[in-house]
């Protein structure tokens, strides 16, 4: 269970600072109550499933990728722009995350231009790194140069595939508005690769020897995120890291958590810190839901049909 003690209370000296996400108009008696609730956005490209959720007010921003174009029905650049520029112009003026495709720091400035000019409203998404994964010949600094480049030409970007604190420090320190960490795939990588002798996490982070004469470190992250506690937490954990970190230098780039898989780990990342959610429509779409809701609905309804009769009896 992600431990509530761990969260941090000046987590809130960051927030007041950070703009009002639901402020008060003019004239208006009633103060809202949440001028600064973390944000949701849906995690998808499928207009259908946006439309609602937005009208409803349960989301405020939306973050695609190419996976989620070609489910919208996207099988060319066209199509891209036209789901695109429907989504933003629904949205306006709330974030639309979209995803640069090409992998040189030239074309990615290019298409992130391209992408920019679709509408206000746009949010470049740029991975981090593994560049020289793709091609070793690439840099692998390409993303945070991009991001700089961006920041420079005043465009907004999403540094999306963190995994760690000091890669959500260096998209940061390069300027980006948020940073994505992808906690259920932190999660996902624990489960398939840790040593099952070894400690929890061990995968992620593991230390036996401080000299390292086996060559079998790993700090990919630290002890807190990876080992301490259950795998399953690993990714509310480096929410609540990250958060510390921007909470310890005022840091404004928004944290954005992604890659959930339950609402568990939603209610996780809001103590942690998240200051936005990007959350898959399926899961958005059942955000009311809970079966003590069902029977609790059930009963009043059913209890409600005595006055009914008594209503019905009297304009006989």
């Known amino acids: 269970m992600f431990d509530i003690q761990q969260t941090k209370a000046n987590t809130h000296s960051r927030r007041i600072r950070m703009p009002e996400v639901n402020p008060t108009e003019a004239g208006k008696k009633l103060v809202h109550p949440a001028l600064r609730a973390p944000r949701i956005f849906a995690d998808t490209a499928t207009f259908s499933d946006i439309e609602p959720l937005f009208k409803a007010g349960i989301i405020n921003g939306v973050t695609t990728n190419p996976t989620l174009m070609k489910k919208a029905g996207a099988k060319n650049w066209d199509d891209v722009q036209e789901i695109s520029k429907r989504i933003c112009k629904l949205l306006y ?144 954990r480096l929410i609540n890291e990250i958060s510390v970190l921007f909470t310890n230098y005022d840091i404004h780039t928004e944290i954005l958590a992604a890659s959930f898989r339950n609402f568990a780990q939603v209610s996780e990342c809001l103590l942690a810190g998240a200051d936005i959610l990007t959350v898959p429509a399926p899961l958005l779409q059942k955000v009311a839901d809970h079966p003590l809701t069902d029977a609790g609905m059930t009963s009043f309804v059913e209890d409600s049909k005595v006055f009914n009769k008594v209503e019905s009896a009297a304009m006989a």
């Open 93 to 236: 003026p709330n974030p639309v995350s979209l995803e640069l495709t090409e992998l040189s720091f030239d074309k990615m400035v290019e298409q992130a231009d391209m992408l920019a000019s679709w509408a206000e409203n746009v949010v470049v998404k740029v991975p981090v790194g593994g560049y020289e994964a793709i091609d070793p010949s690439l840099d692998p600094y390409t993303g945070l140069k991009v991001v700089r480049a961006l920041w420079e030409k005043d465009i907004r970007t999403n540094c999306t595939l963190i995994f760690n604190s000091t890669q959500a420090f260096w998209a940061a320190n390069a300027g980006a508005t948020y940073i994505s960490p992808f906690l259920g795939r932190l999660a996902d990588y624990a489960y398939k690769n840790d040593r099952v002798e070894r400690t929890s996490g061990n995968s992620l982070y593991w230390i036996e020897d401080h000299k390292n004469v086996n060559n079998d470190q790993n700090v990919f992250n630290t002890e807190f995120v990876a080992a301490g506690g259950d795998r399953k937490d690993i990714g509310s």
